[in-house]
């Protein structure tokens, strides 16, 4: 099946190479550069992916305090990290979903110090996962360097660890957010370097707290072009939705249609079905649900396709020309109408529909 959607795929990512290049040597609006940019980066995402059962790599990023930890815990449906209103998180601390099967218990708290020494733990409850990081990686402990916790289980309450998802939660970096008058390069250059091999990034704000310049301008040069889920958290501390979407697009430069909203807290008490709804998880929980479905090469060609032509069709509109050339359109269309049939309904009608959206670029 792979090797049938590997080719659009391949070519498809050509295709888009060539247009960003012709949109970069022309005064193409920075926009639609940032939007190819965007898709190359997918494509290469998917490509990587294609052909291994690899898991995807969901990471949150943020200042202190924004409630990552908590929101974390939430997407996980266990509270296993650390959560506090002074900085908490002082090391990388991943998720894996292993079967029962590999596993000598139902919980594997494995502690990789700054020397690759390791301490695996074996634990049957979550409360004793939650002692354990509380005590090796958050900032109360104090002890020896810490590098990064990996916690294996199960994970059968959630979502997104049913699908393959390696949760990440980062300590806030602080330093790198903080004001632009030092150099803050090391702290930069690391939390730039973990970004690198994320999948799907969820950047977290307050919805009560307008970030510092600093943490606009680093939203700016290193997460825009990542396309991360825009979180705004603390949703329970402002009564006023449309303000607070209005002030955060303003602020850091937000794509409206990336943002959501939630609660962390409304979601970690919510009693009944309506409450948990009521405090945005679920909808955000979904919307990664469908981005991690995006990775794959079916999903992806087509997804990647409607943005490719949709930027096609509006600059076609604009008097722009960013069209690549006709061989790398023929062959997308080519191999894609090849592979569509093997698409399921109503995929293969969405596709096919995109398809003929490209050929009337094709001479
Ligand atoms: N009111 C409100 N409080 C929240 C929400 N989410 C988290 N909190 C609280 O905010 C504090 C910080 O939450 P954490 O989850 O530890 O924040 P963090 O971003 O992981 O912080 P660091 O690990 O220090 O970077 C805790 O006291 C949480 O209970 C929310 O949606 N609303
Ligand atoms: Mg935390």
């Not at 402990?141 to 294996?152: H, L």
């Not at 396309?227 to 209005?246: E, L, M, Q």
């Not at 604009?318 to 698409?343: C, F, M, W």
């Amino acid at each position: 099946m792979s090797g049938n959607t590997s080719k659009p795929i391949e070519f498809l990512h050509v295709a888009v190479r060539r247009s960003f290049e012709k949109a970069t040597s022309s005064n193409t609006p920075q926009g639609v550069r940032d939007n190819l940019d965007i898709l190359l980066r997918k494509l290469g995402q998917i490509r990587a992916l294609e052909d291994r059962a690899s898991p995807r790599r969901i990471g949150v990023f943020g200042p202190p305090n924004r409630g990552k930890s908590t929101l974390l815990n939430e997407l996980l449906g266990a509270a296993i990290l650390t959560t506090s209103p002074i900085p908490m998180t002082r090391t990388v601390i991943e998720a894996h979903r292993a079967d029962l099967s590999s596993l000598n218990s139902e919980w594997q708290v494995e502690v990789i110090h700054d020397d690759d020494f390791i301490n695996t733990f074996n634990h049957n409850t979550p409360e004793e996962v939650a002692a354990t990081i509380q005590q090796y990686g958050s900032h109360r402990s104090g002890g020896a360097e810490v590098r990064r916790i990996i916690v294996r289980s199960p994970f059968n309450k959630s979502k997104l660890m049913e699908r393959n998802g390696i949760l990440i939660d980062t300590p806030g970096a602080e330093v790198a957010f903080e004001d632009l008058e030092q150099d803050h390069s090391e702290d930069t250059r690391r939390a730039v370097g973990m970004l690198k091999d994320v999948h799907v990034v969820l950047f977290c704000v307050r919805a009560d707290q307008i970030g510092s310049e600093s943490e606009r301008a680093f939203y700016q040069d290193h997460m825009r072009l990542l396309d991360p889920f825009n979180i705004v958290n603390f949703k329970d501390t402002n009564s006023d939705d449309v303000a607070v979407i209005r002030d955060t697009v303003k602020h850091y430069g937000f794509k409206r249609d990336r943002i959501y909203l939630v609660s962390s807290r409304d979601a970690q008490k919510a009693k009944s079905t309506e409450e948990k709804d009521a405090s945005g998880l679920p909808r955000l929980e979904e919307a990664i649900v469908q981005e991690l479905a995006r990775l794959t090469p079916r999903d992806g060609l087509l997804c990647c396709t409607e943005e490719f032509v949709s930027v096609l069709e509006n600059q076609v509109f604009a008097g722009i020309d960013v069209l690549p050339e006709q061989i790398h359109l023929k062959k997308v269309l080519n191999t894609a109408y090849r592979s569509a049939g093997l698409i399921s309904e109503p995929t293969e009608r969405r596709l096919e529909n995109v398809l003929e959206r490209l050929r009337r670029f094709v001479r």
